[in-house]
């Protein structure tokens, strides 16, 4: 009796100290999403000027009307020419001329296309209410391959993950961070890496000229150096929780503040933030080589190289010079570790290679999904509608494709735009015509049609007016309807880091509560990341909090429980079929805020068929459409939930054998997979 009475006792004490495991493990996944959330939507919801420099050649009404409402920090030059220089220089984003008879404002698009259309819309209205005449001048134009300006942050999105993936890796491969050779290693890597990525995004899908191939190799080179060097000496000197410390450090606050947007649009104090690590760098780099002539680098190419060089130098010193333990690891002695090889044999090199292949080839994913399907947005039969038929448009479908729905009148067209069926409309009339656009649906093609009708009124001579309608307002917080796109990511990668981590807290990838558990802990994620976003960030109305939180933990779930299944079915290999599926081509296919119409004819395929568009089309047609045009993404998401899960309780039932989990920390397994989400 007292045997029995000891051997349940174990068995009670095994089962608390399993609960509080799991509880630890999945409260990490917890906070390292909601921090992603957080860091990405503060930063990136609302991008306007902050103290953004501005050059002026004299004074002026205008300037003074514009800068009371926006915040430029105005430079003084003291004429054109001089202006000229600082825009070559990368040293301003515009500047106003004023003249006897009227002004010249001048936008620098390859400065920031978001900046530059913030700037030309403020000035003209100055200009307007104060009875000056206006002529806008560009400087330094996007080519049609980057019509937003986002290549310099596409091509970081590789260099960063890429760099960091193969410290990991190497890390885990060898079981030290820190020898000298690693630091040859990882630079072999970075400049294999780097090569890849200038012929894939280059020669191969064209987002950047050919001249200018050569010189961004050595700054893929010293960027994706820097972030693998600096990752593999913090994992050294930190232990296991340096991984974590990476993420945090690189991928949630350096990716937030990288300003691929303009670095003067994010709020000051992310500007600050991330002044202190590589990806700001890396964007400023990458902008003013590919459209600045390689001038003003000589920050990015400090602030990088010493992140390189310290790495080196403190991977080379721990591991030659001055061995130091990683928490609760002995050192190994040079005879234990020659033993060790000879014993293996070739072993660890072939377990080094493939650790290295995988990480080239999810780089390579990376730059070609995510460059292919958002280097260069161009609509393409976007769903427009059209009361009647006008001059106007078909002098706009010249410049802008779209797939024209008809209707009897401008009610008729509203309520179209209410379901979500379309993205604007023309209502023409007897003296003159009506472009409406729909904010809440893109962020892009608004600008694109009022540019396409103003220029096609103007060609015919037909008087045009723009309205924007929508039937629920965006929130002020959310002017450019990003908020759902930047909120995706993190609920996707939290999907699968919960479902990672709780295989890594059982040792196993299947168990009798195991489906109970992820829907906790999607449900108690959604929430957290619902009351950050709604109330804290008020990125979108809180009158939708309560709908929203059930959508939020339904993708949550729908990506956990697959990863779960390919977990208990191919092993480790299951979370990176997961991360490939979901984030490397779900996402991309998403539409994102441009819109489904902005993507080229593969992505726009693939789409449907997987969670991230269902997700996005969900989240925001219920938050700004009243629910409207959401079936079939509500259909799509629940069999990504009840298959799988269904699933799940079959292996679980029928007790398929196990695939060993390999021992590892519970941050490191949440670190390992947190960073494979690319940033928006």
């Not at 609960?19 to 996944?29: D, E, H, N, Q, W």
């Not at 780097?194 to 050569?214: M, Q």
């Not at 945090?248 to 990288?258: E, N, R």
Request: charged share 10%; hydrophobic share 50%; net charge positive.
């Amino acid at each position: 009796m007292p045997r029995t009475d000891g051997l349940r006792g174990s068995t009670e004490a095994g089962g608390v100290r399993m609960v509080k495991k799991v509880l630890v493990a999945l409260g990490i996944v917890v906070v390292l999403q909601s921090l992603f959330a957080l860091c990405l939507i503060s930063a990136l919801q609302l991008l306007v000027p902050r103290n953004m420099p501005f050059g002026v050649t004299g004074a002026s009404p205008v300037v003074n009307a514009v800068t009371s409402k926006m915040s430029l920090h105005t430079l003084s030059y003291k004429d054109e020419a001089a202006v000229v220089d600082a825009v070559n220089q990368s040293k301003i984003y515009g500047a106003y001329l004023p003249g006897k008879a009227s002004d010249t404002l001048i936008v620098v698009p390859a400065k920031s296309f978001f900046g530059r259309v913030e700037i030309e819309g403020a000035f003209a209205e100055g200009a307007k209410k104060l009875g000056r005449p206006l002529t806008v001048q560009t400087l330094k134009p996007l080519p049609l391959s980057d019509r937003l300006g986002g290549v310099s942050g596409l091509l970081l999105v590789p260099l960063l993950v890429g760099g960091y993936l193969a410290a990991v890796l190497v890390l885990k491969t060898t079981k030290t961070a820190a020898a000298p050779w690693r630091v040859a290693i990882l630079l072999g890597y970075a400049t294999a890496g780097a090569l890849v990525t200038d012929l894939i995004a280059g020669p191969g899908l064209g987002a950047f000229a050919n001249s200018h191939f050569w010189p961004l190799l050595p700054c893929f080179i010293l960027i994706a150096a820097a972030v693998a060097l600096a990752s593999a000496a913090l994992q050294r000197l930190v232990g296991p929780l340096g991984t974590l410390l990476v993420v945090i450090l690189f991928i949630f606050l350096g990716g937030a503040s990288a300003g691929g947007g303009g670095l003067a649009l994010l709020p000051t104090y992310w500007q600050h933030i991330g002044a202190v690590f590589p990806p700001q760098h890396a964007v400023t780099l990458l902008r003013n080589v590919l459209y600045f002539g390689g001038n003003n680098i000589t920050t990015p190419l400090i602030v990088l190289g010493a992140y390189a060089l310290l790495g080196a130098l403190i991977i080379g010193y721990l591991g030659r010079w001055g061995p130091v333990n990683p928490p609760g690891e002995a050192a190994p002695s040079e005879d234990t570790d020659s033993a060790a090889a000879q014993a293996s044999g070739p072993k660890p090199v072939v377990r080094l290679v493939a650790a290295l292949v995988i990480a080239g080839v999810m780089q390579c994913l990376f730059t070609a999904n995510y460059m292919s399907s958002g280097h260069s947005p161009v609509a393409n039969d976007m769903p427009f509608g059209a009361t009647a038929q006008s001059p106007v448009l078909s002098a706009a479908q010249k410049n802008i494709s779209l797939k024209v729905s008809h209707y009897t009148d401008e009610s008729a067209a509203k309520h179209a735009i209410d379901q979500a069926k379309i993205y604007g409309a023309l209502v023409p009339g007897q003296k003159s015509d009506t472009l409406i656009v729909v904010p809440t649906i893109s962020d892009v093609a608004p600008l694109d049609l009022a540019t396409s009708f103003e220029a096609a009124a103007k060609s015919t001579g037909r008087p045009l007016t723009l309205q924007q309608y929508a039937p629920h307002p965006l929130a002020k917080k959310d002017p450019f309807g990003v908020v759902v796109s930047l909120l995706l990511v993190p609920l996707l990668v939290g999907g699968y880091m919960g479902a990672t981590m709780l295989k890594t807290a059982t040792g196993t990838p299947t168990g009798r509560w195991r489906a109970a558990v992820i829907v906790g802990y999607a449900i108690v994620a959604g929430l957290v990341v619902n009351l950050i976003v709604c109330y804290w960030l008020q990125g979108y109305p809180s009158q939708k909090f309560w709908i929203v939180w059930p959508i939020l933990s339904l993708i949550i779930a729908a990506v956990a429980f697959v990863a779960a299944v390919l977990q208990k079915l191919i092993g480790a290999a299951g979370t990176l079929v997961t991360v490939v599926v979901v984030i490397l081509f779900g996402n991309p296919s998403s539409g994102g805020a441009n819109g489904v119409p902005y993507l080229p004819g593969f992505w726009s395929a693939i789409g449907p068929y997987l969670p991230p568009r269902n997700a996005y089309i969900l989240l925001r047609n219920t938050i700004y459409f009243d629910g409207h045009g959401t079936t079939q993404a509500l259909i799509v998401l629940l069999l990504y939930l009840v298959v799988p899960a269904a699933a799940l309780g079959f292996l679980n039932w029928f007790r398929t054998p196990q695939i060993p989990v390999a021992p590892e920390t519970e941050v490191e397994a949440a670190a390992v997979t947190a960073p494979v989400g690319g940033l928006p």
